[in-house]
């Protein structure tokens, strides 16, 4: 089946600092997806690609679709506490009627003020 | 708008036991998924529901999981009896149009822990 592989696996870093994590697969998607999920809570849409090579911000995230449509990358500038969580890659074959989704294992961010 | 709601929000069985988790979709989504993450996993695709019906359910582990969506309403996923491996967030996630990318809403999931 899908893989996506998803890394890195946890960052710690300073508030303030800017923080990357990117997500690789062997498939070609359609689309990719950008999840963050805080405790006791489920996944939470940051941010959809939707064509190979989009670039799309949403606040201080910045997300791309790579041209080759196998991989996509999450930035997050000037971090604060509140970006703590992990967060998930996941990316979809379009067409057809399901919307399955392939997630990646995550990244935990942990944020020190 | 309320949204999707899971019950229990956690459950300890032991293994060989039954348990039941249930979804509450937010109103008017015909869309319907479950999903499973076992810790340090990915999330993982169980199975789809458009209304009543089992469109994909090609992700169910094996024949001890049963999901059955009454009245396309709210959703059950049964597990019996539960094994170890079983144990795991299972997430359930509900949208009103399939779109790619739409917005597929996930509820807080429930953590099954099985002994």
């Known amino acids: 089946g899908q893989q996506l592989n998803q890394s890195p696996q946890s960052m710690f870093i300073q508030e303030g600092e800017d923080v990357s994590m990117n997500c690789t697969s062997s498939?070609?998607?359609?689309?990719w997806l950008w999840y963050k999920q805080e405790p006791g809570e489920g996944p939470v849409l940051l941010i959809a690609?939707?064509?190979?090579?989009e670039l799309t911000s949403n606040g201080r995230l910045t997300a791309q679709f790579g041209i080759t449509r196998k991989d996509s990358f999450l930035n997050i500038s000037a971090s604060i506490p509140s970006d703590v969580g992990i967060y998930f890659c996941?990316?979809?074959?379009?067409?057809?009627?399901?919307?399955?989704?392939?997630f990646g294992k995550g990244t935990l961010l942990t944020v020190n003020p | 708008e309320a949204g999707v709601t899971q019950f229990p929000s956690h459950s300890v069985i032991e293994k060989g036991q039954t348990v039941t988790l249930r979804c509450d979709p937010i109103?008017?989504?015909?869309?319907l998924y479950w999903y499973r993450r076992v810790m340090g996993k990915e999330i993982k695709f169980l199975l789809h529901?458009?209304?009543?019906?089992?469109?994909?359910e090609s992700g169910m582990p094996n024949n001890r999981f049963l999901a059955e969506r009454t009245g396309g309403t709210y959703s059950t996923l049964k597990v019996q009896p539960a094994e170890l491996e079983d144990s795991g967030v299972y997430f359930c996630?509900?949208?009103?149009?399939?779109?790619?990318?739409?917005?597929?809403?996930f509820g807080p999931g429930t953590r099954l822990t099985v002994l």
């Open positions: 529901f458009v209304k009543e019906s089992k469109q994909d």
């Open positions: 498939s070609i998607f359609n689309t």
């Open positions: 109103s008017g989504h015909d869309n």
């Open positions: 690609l939707y064509k190979a090579g």
């Open positions: 996941a990316g979809q074959i379009s067409g057809g009627s399901n919307y399955k989704l392939t």
């Open positions: 996630a509900s949208s009103q149009v399939i779109l790619a990318g739409g917005p597929l809403v």
